[in-house]
């Protein structure tokens, strides 16, 4: 009975000292089960499931990237923003190296080198434009001083608001077998007056001219005062025409086509409008090119 008794008190000593065998052994089921009655429980006293814990934004799990990335990826830093025109100006103005030229050119002029090329220019085409002017002005002074030394006074030359590259022409002369020769003795006209002006790129391109007075009818002369000769188009032109030829080719066609000085009431005394002369050379040019020239050709002088 003894021995019975201290082995009751061996087993409650254990169970208070919290023997780890004792609780492996008390494991297995009914450890499972006192575990889940604890969730169980945890359950009903929290009402809810802890949430899981955030992602970090633009981590590896999540498929949009987070603010920081995104605007990395869709623009470059403010640092990169702010030095491309700098560089593209620093190329443009032509300051520094060669490399720091050769960066610029590849980059492109930013907001400084557009202003100093606007500003200054572009030299090769003002070199150009000058030579131009310098070609076109040796070439008219020379043409006035061989119409000056004619010695038929076909043709006299008066400078518009003395600019060398506007002319009023005075023909003075047409065959003297035509009618319309007839009709300048008739209505007392001592010249027909036309006006030359020239081109940028003269003798190269040809001068627009037109008729001022009188008032012609015929003679490829038409409205407006506008004249139908090829070689007053850029395809019929040769920069070997001089103006005393032009004016003599201009004679001659008249004297072709039957030109005469208007003399009808009304219509005789209406002066020419060079608006419409340039409306008028320009649609009988797209006529020509599309049908071809067939009167006055050059051949004709």
Not at 117 to 135: D, I, W
Not at 137 to 163: H, P, T, W, Y
Not at 230 to 251: D, I, K, N
Request: hydrophobic fraction near 35%; proline fraction near 8%; charge should be positive.
């Amino acid at each position: 009975m003894a021995t019975l008794l201290r082995k009751i008190g061996l087993i409650r000593l254990h169970r208070d000292t919290g023997d780890p065998k004792h609780h492996r052994g008390g494991g297995g089921s009914g450890g499972q089960q006192s575990a889940s009655l604890r969730g169980k429980g945890g359950a009903k006293s929290g009402g809810h499931k802890p949430p899981p814990p955030p992602q970090q934004p633009g981590g590896a799990g999540d498929a949009s990237p987070g603010p920081g990335q995104g605007r990395r990826a869709a623009e470059p830093a403010p640092r990169d923003k702010a030095a491309a025109p700098a560089v593209g100006a620093a190329g443009a103005a032509g300051a520094g190296g060669p490399r720091e030229r050769a960066a610029g050119a590849r980059a492109g002029p930013g907001p400084a080198g557009a202003a100093g090329a606007a500003a200054g220019g572009c030299p090769v085409p003002a070199g150009r434009q000058q030579h131009c002017t310098q070609v076109r002005s040796r070439r008219l002074m020379k043409e006035l001083q061989d119409i000056a030394r004619l010695s038929d006074r076909f043709i006299s030359v008066e400078l518009v608001d003395e600019s060398l590259f506007d002319w009023n022409v005075k023909l003075h002369q047409v065959d003297k077998d035509s009618v319309l020769w007839q009709d300048m003795k008739e209505t007392n006209t001592e010249f027909i007056l036309l006006n030359l002006t020239f081109p940028d790129n003269f003798p190269f391109s040809p001068p627009f001219m037109r008729v001022l007075s009188p008032r012609l009818e015929n003679g490829y002369v038409l409205d407006g005062g506008a004249i139908c000769m090829e070689l007053l188009t850029p395809r019929g032109w040769s920069s070997a025409y001089t103006v005393e030829a032009v004016m003599r080719q201009f004679a001659a066609s008249l004297v072709k086509g039957q030109g005469r000085i208007c003399r009808k009431a009304g219509k005789s005394k209406k002066s020419f409008s060079r608006k419409e002369a340039e409306a008028t050379f320009k649609s009988l040019v797209k006529t020509h090119e599309k049908y071809g020239w067939v009167t006055p050709p050059v051949s004709d002088g």
